[in-house]
């Protein structure tokens, strides 16, 4: 059974930070790219940022910069720092394998107030 469980979303300021967590079981998670996914309101799930097994890392230009991807293979866990948070930032964000996001979750909701 494939679980991939994400927290730490929540209601913050333009300017703020928040640290997401994806705790992933059922999967050989080491072996596997990582991503970040988000689904902003009026548009379509879009990639945010994803960190391959071996640690290297991509952000869509959007991010780049604010947030910070990481993985911790031991403890099956994919982290998601983002700070100068934007209200455009707004959506509920997934963690998903790549290229193909086969496992979604209930994702979790971040806020961004302006």
């Known amino acids: 059974q494939v679980q991939l469980v994400e927290s730490g979303g929540g209601l913050v300021q333009a300017g703020g930070s928040l640290a997401l967590s994806c705790a992933a079981s059922?999967?050989?998670?080491?072996?596997?790219?990582m991503a970040w996914y988000r689904q902003s309101p009026g548009k379509q799930r879009e990639l945010v940022a994803s960190?391959?097994?071996?640690?290297?890392?991509y952000y869509v230009n959007l991010v780049k910069g604010r947030f910070t991807i990481s993985r911790d293979n031991a403890k099956n866990t994919m982290y998601l720092q983002m700070n100068s948070l934007k209200p455009d930032d707004t959506g509920v964000y997934y963690c998903?394998?790549?290229?193909?996001?086969?496992?979604w979750g209930q994702g979790t909701q971040v806020t961004v107030s302006s």
């Open positions: 960190v391959a097994s071996g640690g290297n890392t």
């Open positions: 059922g999967i050989a998670f080491s072996r596997y790219t």
């Open positions: 998903n394998t790549l290229p193909v996001p086969t496992y």
